[in-house]
């Protein structure tokens, strides 16, 4: 069983920071991407950054310059600094991990229960 528990999310003004921090726990042996994604009301499930296992970052056109990811691979976390934040911002912010278990050799995707952004105009 692999656990991702999100934290940080929260109500905050816009041209404010929040910072989202996931910790992956278990029986994972191995990690490959981290990532966020994001949901809001009536839309679909959208990427916003991911880390690769050399530290190889990707964003979202519409946070670049605004959204910094960072992974801890000692503690099996994943880190997502939003400055600058905009009401079109909020949205459920969803922790995704490719990992592999104990004794096993495939990925498989993970993800958290998703916290709660929410930027106020």
């Known amino acids: 069983q692999v656990q991702l528990v999100e934290s940080g999310g929260g109500l905050v003004q816009a041209g404010g920071s929040l910072r989202l921090s996931c910790a992956a726990s278990?029986?994972?042996?191995?990690?490959?991407?981290m990532g966020w994604y994001r949901q809001a009301p009536g839309k679909q499930r959208e990427l916003v950054a991911t880390v690769g296992s050399s530290g190889r970052t990707n964003y979202a056109d519409s946070v670049k310059g605004r959204f910094t990811i960072s992974r801890d691979n000692a503690k099996t976390m994943v880190y997502l600094q939003m400055k600058s934040l905009k009401p079109e911002d909020t949205a459920v912010y969803y922790c995704?991990?490719?990992?592999?278990?104990?004794?096993?050799?495939?990925?498989?995707?993970?993800w958290g229960q998703g916290t709660q952004v929410t930027v106020s105009s």
């Open positions: 995704n991990v490719e990992g592999a278990v104990s004794g096993s050799a495939y990925y498989y995707d993970y």
């Open positions: 278990g029986s994972i042996s191995s990690i490959n991407a």
